[in-house]
């Protein structure tokens, strides 16, 4: 049967509606592409921002200036093809962040954590032939930095908080002398089981690398809080494979950091309180002076530390 001229009519204004559906539908397509590009910029633009916000706070002498070093990095990036600085409003903030309940404060006496929302505003690529010139995209980043909760030592050696003291307050490196490990048990440092197991020579050397004379055992990982046998004294066989180990250019190790005053005792248990990178300079394995010289790392060139307030590993990532 052949199409009648109502027919016909009623067939182009049908194309015609679909030719409309399909161009809104292109419009819709290309600016959702648009729009979900520019969105992960203003992303990108907000964690930059907060991760070198909270690299600032990090620094241990106090002059990091955390909304200053959010701002390089929002003038840094682009958000659709303009400086971030121009292209998006932002709103920065300094606080607290509580990794526990994953919560933002702001303010706080100790700040360790900064906010950093971005409000861009995005052309349209289409949409804006219709009127439609624009759209907002908000986006919100937090950065937060803490010590390591948990390590895997490489040296059964326990190091007394009290060594990190004087840094603890200062912020200067050089307040971080050389413990000289001896046996009286009075210098803040002590062999260990890492483990809850009371400490033993054979415990402590079985941790050390076997091409020095170690046992080789993979030594387990420890988290803040763990109790950790640890022993006064010295002991032949550990200090022969320490002294072993430096001779083979092992001389750089991670040790935890336990609850011990100043003068305290190391025997029985005690909790890890942190990790600490320390720097073995010398062994004396005979004699009467026998001990270990070890320098706790510290390095706050870049505001990240191998000793420091958190014994020697602090970080900082994006939290949320």
Known sequence: MRPTRRNRGAIVVLAGFTLLAAI?????????????????????????????????????????????????????????????????????????????????????????????????????????????????VTRQAIAAFSGNSSGRPTLPLAISKCTFASFQKSGNCDSMTTLKQAPDGKDGSGWTSLGSDNASASKAVQYLPADCGGGGVTPPRLKVGDPI?????????????????????????????????????????????????????????????????????????????GGGPDYGTRASSIVR
């Open 24 to 136: 809104g539908l292109a419009v819709i397509a290309i600016d959702l592409g648009h729009l979900s590009t520019a969105s992960g910029e203003v992303q990108t633009l907000a964690d930059a921002a907060a991760a070198g916000g909270a690299r600032s706070l990090m620094q241990p002498d106090g002059k990091g200036d955390p909304i200053a070093a959010a701002q390089i990095l929002l003038a840094n990036n682009t958000v659709d093809g303009r400086s971030g600085s121009k292209a998006a409003a932002s709103d920065i903030q300094v606080g607290t962040y509580d990794f526990a309940k994953a919560q933002f404060s702001k303010g706080g006496g100790t700040p360790n954590a900064v906010r950093v929302t971005v409000a861009a505003s995005v052309q349209n690529i289409v949409a804006g032939v219709y009127g439609d010139t624009q759209s907002t």
């Open 229 to 305: 046998g640890i022993m006064n004294g010295q002991a032949n066989s550990v200090l022969k494979a320490v002294q072993d180990c430096v001779a083979k250019g092992h001389d750089e190790f991670t040790v935890p950091v336990v609850d011990v005053e100043c003068n305290g005792k190391f025997n029985k248990q005690k909790p890890v309180l942190g990790f600490a990178t320390v720097h073995v300079v010398n062994v004396t394995a005979k004699g009467g002076s026998k001990g270990i010289d070890v320098t706790p790392v510290c390095d706050t060139s870049s505001g990240e530390m």
